[in-house]
């Protein structure tokens, strides 16, 4: 661990159930003309677009998948048309990463591709981006608090990352109550997302005093916040895990990932597989797959750590806490890799890509090509 970091945060976090309400008062602070982005079906959500009537105009754009580039530059195009002078996205990953495209191009007369990574140039931003708020209504990614938006590129079966500090919202609203009553498969998918993006930056070559302040409490806070949503419906345990989100946005944007997001990006843009439920198969057979290949004492004794953490929530002992943690994730309904659409075929090209993934630059010890498959095999 080093001693020394740098530290990238939004403006301002506003963290707490029925922190909602602040949201008309805190929008007219930014803007008068606002995108609303949100996730497929409005429902619950109207009353909050009811709520802001102290703004001139409030259009929405549905986002229903993770954002694909055509739909996404379709969306700037209408956009620029509108004069639009805020964006705020209110959903899970996929809409806020949708929002801060949109606050980032709707002002820029650059082209999106020449900003993206791997498929395109790679360019910073151009323009100053339009004012940007956040509200999540899932407890996985963290993408409120983190400075890349990944988008799916279907042509060339990837999903890239359009990554730039100025991403980072003006504010990020959290109000775990905006999570309750979540569908179980979704509380799942997303719950395991959060809990990796905790232990990936604590296992993380780059992991700091800061970003282990965070996952310390995270981790088992996680887990054991997720164990008893499977079992039943909790404003305590969706609090936990809408935090636990919340500090590995912070965690990741300050120490990197790991192996299992590695191979998420490139398994999720061959399969369309949702990005939480690859991280949740991948997890335990990548905690693993470190633990076996590395050779450095201190990010040994993190490894073992994190697996004394799964040991303790699921009450076993240490040798057996990683194959308990895959039992039970087959038995709340995330039986593997093969379930959600992988395939024979994915499996070498997504390996070969994830070997030189951004992700992996931070795990904590080069893997080969060969243990990266081991990895899928071992979460089919």
Same mark, same amino acid.
């Given at each position: @661990?080093?001693?020394?970091?740098?530290?990238?945060?939004?403006?301002? $976090?506003? /963290?707490?159930?029925?922190? $909602?309400?602040?949201?008309?008062?805190?929008?007219?602070?930014?803007?008068?003309? &606002?995108?609303?982005?949100?996730?497929?079906?409005?429902?619950?959500?109207?009353?909050?677009?009811?709520?802001?009537?102290?703004?001139?105009? #409030?259009?929405?754009?549905? !986002?229903?998948?993770?954002? +694909?580039?055509?739909?996404?530059?379709?969306?700037?195009?209408?956009?620029?048309?509108?004069?639009? %002078?805020? &964006? !705020?996205?209110?959903?899970?990953?996929?809409?806020?990463?949708?929002?801060? #495209?949109?606050?980032? @191009?709707?002002?820029?007369?650059?082209?999106?591709?020449?900003?993206?990574?791997?498929?395109?140039?790679?360019?910073?931003?151009?323009?100053?981006?339009?004012?940007?708020?956040?509200?999540?209504?899932?407890?996985?990614? =963290?993408?409120?608090?983190?400075?890349?938006?990944?988008?799916?590129?279907?042509?060339?079966?990837?999903?890239?990352?359009?990554?730039?500090?100025?991403?980072?919202? %003006?504010?990020?609203?959290? %109000?775990?109550?905006?999570?309750?009553?979540?569908?179980?498969?979704?509380?799942?998918?997303? =719950?395991?997302?959060?809990?990796?993006?905790? !232990?990936?930056?604590?296992?993380?070559?780059?992991?700091?005093? /800061?970003?282990?302040?965070?996952?310390?409490?995270?981790?088992?806070?996680?887990?054991?916040?997720?164990?008893?949503?499977?079992?039943?419906?909790?404003?305590?345990?969706?609090?936990?895990?809408?935090?636990?989100?919340?500090?590995?946005?912070?965690?990741?944007?300050?120490?990197?990932?790991? &192996?299992?997001?590695?191979?998420?990006?490139?398994?999720?843009?061959?399969?369309?597989?949702?990005?939480?439920?690859?991280?949740? +198969?991948?997890?335990?057979?990548?905690?693993?797959?470190?633990?076996?290949?590395?050779?450095?004492? %201190?990010?040994?004794?993190?490894?073992?750590?994190?697996?004394?953490?799964? +040991?303790?929530? /699921?009450?076993?002992?240490?040798?057996?806490?990683?194959?308990? /943690?895959?039992?039970?994730?087959?038995?709340?309904?995330?039986?593997?890799?093969?379930? !959600?659409?992988?395939?024979?075929?994915?499996?070498?090209?997504?390996?070969?890509?994830?070997?030189?993934?951004?992700?992996?630059?931070?795990?904590?010890?080069?893997?080969?090509?060969?243990?990266?498959?081991?990895?899928?095999?071992?979460?089919?």
């Amino acid at each position: @661990m080093s001693g020394a970091f740098n530290l990238l945060t939004p403006v301002e $976090i506003v /963290f707490g159930r029925g922190q $909602i309400a602040q949201l008309n008062d805190r929008a007219t602070q930014f803007g008068s003309r &606002v995108l609303i982005v949100h996730g497929k079906s409005p429902g619950r959500l109207a009353d909050i677009f009811e709520s802001l009537q102290t703004v001139e105009t #409030v259009q929405t754009l549905s !986002i229903e998948k993770e954002p +694909a580039f055509n739909t996404l530059t379709a969306a700037v195009e209408r956009g620029k048309a509108l004069g639009i %002078d805020l &964006v !705020i996205g209110i959903g899970g990953g996929s809409v806020m990463d949708s929002a801060k #495209v949109l606050a980032a @191009m709707l002002p820029s007369q650059t082209d999106l591709m020449s900003h993206l990574e791997v498929v395109g140039d790679g360019l910073p931003l151009s323009a100053k981006r339009l004012p940007l708020i956040l509200v999540p209504t899932t407890a996985g990614t =963290g993408a409120e608090v983190t400075r890349n938006a990944v988008i799916d590129i279907p042509e060339a079966q990837r999903k890239v990352s359009l990554r730039d500090k100025a991403l980072l919202p %003006d504010l990020a609203l959290i %109000d775990p109550a905006m999570t309750d009553h979540c569908p179980r498969s979704i509380s799942l998918h997303s =719950g395991l997302d959060a809990v990796t993006q905790v !232990i990936e930056p604590y296992l993380s070559s780059r992991a700091n005093l /800061f970003t282990d302040m965070l996952c310390k409490e995270a981790i088992p806070k996680g887990l054991l916040a997720l164990k008893q949503l499977m079992e039943a419906e909790s404003k305590e345990a969706r609090d936990a895990l809408a935090q636990v989100s919340l500090f590995g946005g912070l965690a990741l944007a300050n120490s990197g990932l790991g &192996v299992v997001h590695g191979l998420a990006g490139p398994l999720g843009g061959l399969c369309g597989a949702p990005h939480g439920a690859i991280c949740g +198969a991948l997890l335990p057979a990548g905690i693993a797959a470190n633990r076996d290949s590395v050779t450095d004492p %201190d990010h040994r004794a993190r490894i073992d750590q994190v697996i004394e953490w799964i +040991a303790e929530v /699921f009450e076993t002992k240490t040798e057996q806490a990683l194959p308990r /943690f895959r039992r039970w994730i087959v038995e709340s309904g995330l039986p593997g890799l093969a379930s !959600i659409g992988v395939s024979e075929e994915h499996v070498k090209p997504a390996c070969q890509a994830a070997a030189s993934s951004s992700s992996m630059k931070a795990n904590p010890v080069v893997l080969s090509t060969a243990t990266i498959e081991q990895v899928v095999r071992h979460s089919w």
